[in-house]
């Protein structure tokens, strides 16, 4: 009997889960030195929530109890995001939030969707948000970005730029030319990279009613990028002219030169990053990989200011979410991360017999309390053998009762030195598998 | 708008999340010094793997999307336990993996039963097993109880003590006395706590077609229990004899006298745990937290023999389950641990103005680069008020920058000094919230 991989529900091998497992780690250090806390919503929203998004209901998966009659259950969707569920935690919970509310939140999320390369069916997401109650200061879309870049910087991956632009801009420069469905507008820009311009101007004309004229000027903004003031100008001798506009440019500029001022590289503004959801109302950010571009955008977000209302109090907030098992996936696809072992174990007991055994666990226990992963010996076989197991693992010391002593042998050099059990530590290195770059 | 919680799909506030996550951060260390790989395996199993385990299958939520026709998505359910997915997932990578394979696991479970008090539709289980390729020797029926007593020790929580038992001995035992359906007999003897000795009398006469002498011989069996091999003695003395029974005995007693010279009065034999599931072969664990027995079992398991297998080999193991959201739950309930704080910032940068945010920001760079979890106030607003922002949260530290120079207050003394923000460390505690017991 063979069991074949389910297509989309990426699955990884324990020292693969290791990468996963050392990027969610410093993600979440990184997240909580921003101050960030942690929260985990319910896997499952009701259906109504979900689909005020609209454009994404075909994703969903809803949930029936297998023996189960009509119920509520039928009404419950598993999350595609971690933004919806997060609306709603802040309105259910807003009575007992402090704000700003800063949250991170790691977790999976399923849509229904065809899989290929990069996109899955399940995977995991990493976001941080801030939410503010009524207002929130613009200097928060300056912040959020770097707190991406800072988490990402500190992991031996590839690196990482944010493109940013801002919904004002567009909407305000869409308005001013004259066309109409600005957020339909959007979201065929938003595929510029996908399909390229030609295809772009003529959907606009097709699907937005836009002229060409008016693609063709959308265009154009689209092709603005660039990393100081100098973008505001060239937007501005496209000739269009919006307070609306100027806000964004502003704000734009703002953002750029304040974020490159406290991390010098880290993000450039790109007037094609157009971001397809509607309830964006400023910065919006993309990410890529640099040498990794063909995998899109690994880190996305942008401010919001009317997701979450509950008709009497407004909560807006700017938040981005790194797709984590779209960047796992690549790393151990393309082997340019590794861990340094397949498993936890620091020292492996060696077992001389089965009468043994519980001696070789009392040594065990005596390193684990101390902070050193230590598995014992699972057979007394021959110690060529119980050598072997450690090394198939890639466990660096193997532990030795002998006659003269306690002893623990480095199988890297093959060194082995006399050792007590209360006071022996390896290299600070050694205690727990790190990741390697390997290309 | 008031959004209403969904009835058996827990939330934590952040700071009872802290709560969960420190438990979750102390399991898994514990797991990793033991040797255990982690792994996470997708939310769903093809439905006909589910409803192997039989009578949980009206517990299942099968999944549908939205608006798709007919597809393979019809035969998926989200996994109810760790152990289904753990039987599959050795069999479909057996080939990759390492044998014996320790894991842990620590991930959401669903199951659409009625939610009541502990009980959850929605909630966390953290699993170890050792699996085997043919054979799995016995001492790791002794040392996985273990690795769940010392995961749970090191905690603020209410001592742990395992109640174990093996199911040779109810099986050898119920064969010595002619009761035919061992397996019915099991599930009944085990509602022994929920609905005592008489009810369980008359449903063995009634269910399972034992005679009112075999279900008296039943439960004088279940009422044995100790912490050494006078336990055996006590079960001979009701004068059954089988080679299974006399196995099981010798292996109960081997379990609690060698766990128990490890750590003592980490396992008691009591021949009323029963565990209801078909696949157990060997020993079966419940453990129950000292002062809160009425919560039920908050870590279960125990060694099944052919689980997993592809017809050709079989895969033998041995594990343990901890219900995380159900132990959580109480002690957040019980308010009996809390966080020392509400959020991670150990150190509030306070700005002056606005045009002092960049120089902040910079301040917190410097704190957070050498591992102090920093904030900056959100707004420029009075001291005394950045200093309750602080103080609401429970941030011991605010950071100044006058006249003077740069200075930290410890709010909780008034305490004021000079520090430089690339040298002053607060005290090691004060870096990240710590659990505390509170009563």
């Excluded at 919970?93 to 999320?109: C, E, I, N, S, T």
């Excluded at 501005?236 to 440019?249: A, F, I, K, M, P």
């Excluded at 953002?255 to 990053?273: F, Q, R, T, W, Y």
Aim: contains cysteine.
């Amino acid at each position: 009997m063979k069991i074949a991989p389910l297509s989309g529900f990426p699955e990884w091998l324990p020292q693969d889960r290791i990468v996963e497992d050392r990027i969610l780690d410093a993600l979440r250090r990184t997240f909580e030195l921003h101050g960030f806390s942690g929260i985990e919503t319910r896997a499952v929203e009701p259906l109504d929530q979900l689909l005020r998004k609209g454009e994404t209901s075909k994703e969903i998966y809803v949930l029936s109890r297998l023996q189960g009659g009509p119920s509520q259950d039928s009404e419950m969707g598993l999350h595609f995001d971690l933004t919806v569920p997060l609306a709603r935690y802040v309105l259910e919970h807003a009575g007992k939030l402090d704000f700003p509310f800063k949250r991170y939140q790691m977790q999976k999320v399923w849509r229904g969707e065809r899989p290929q390369d990069g996109r899955f069916r399940e995977f995991v997401q990493a976001d941080v948000d801030v939410v503010g109650e009524q207002t929130l200061p613009f200097h928060n879309e300056v912040e959020l970005p770097l707190v991406m870049v800072d988490a990402l910087s500190g992991l031996p991956i590839p690196r990482v730029v944010v493109r940013a632009s801002n919904r004002k801009i567009a909407q305000g420069f869409y308005e001013a030319v004259g066309i109409e469905d600005v957020g339909e507008t959007l979201r065929i820009v938003d595929k510029l990279d996908k399909i390229g311009p030609a295809a772009v101007a003529e959907t606009l004309v097709e699907k937005a009613g836009t002229t060409p004229q008016q693609a063709d000027l959308a265009l154009r903004l689209a092709d603005v990028s660039g990393s100081d003031a100098s973008v505001a100008d060239r937007v501005r001798e496209l000739g269009q002219r919006s307070d609306l506009l100027e806000e964004g440019l502003d704000e734009l500029v703002r953002l750029v030169e304040g974020a490159n001022a406290l991390i010098p590289g880290s993000v450039v503004a790109d007037l094609k990053i157009a971001r397809g959801l509607d309830y964006y109302t400023g910065s919006v950010y993309e990410s890529v990989l640099v040498g990794h571009e063909d995998l899109g955008s690994i880190c996305s977000g942008g401010r919001y200011d009317s997701l979450v209302s509950d008709g009497k109090r407004t909560y807006p907030g700017v938040g981005l979410s790194i797709g984590v098992s779209r960047l796992v996936s690549r790393l151990i696809g393309k082997a340019t991360v590794s861990a340094t072992r397949k498993v936890p174990t620091c020292v492996l007991i060696a077992v001389n017999d089965e009468g043994a055994r519980a001696a070789a666990t009392a040594t065990a226990m005596k390193l684990r309390r101390r902070g050193i992963p230590t598995d014992v010996s699972p057979t007394a076989a021959k110690f060529g053998k119980q050598i072997k197991f450690a090394d198939r693992r890639g466990i660096p010391f193997v532990w030795f009762s002998t006659d003269e002593g306690e002893q623990v042998k480095d199988i890297r050099t093959g060194e082995q030195v006399e050792a007590d059990p209360d006071a022996w530590v390896p290299e600070s290195s050694d205690y727990f598998p790190q990741l390697k770059e390997t290309k």
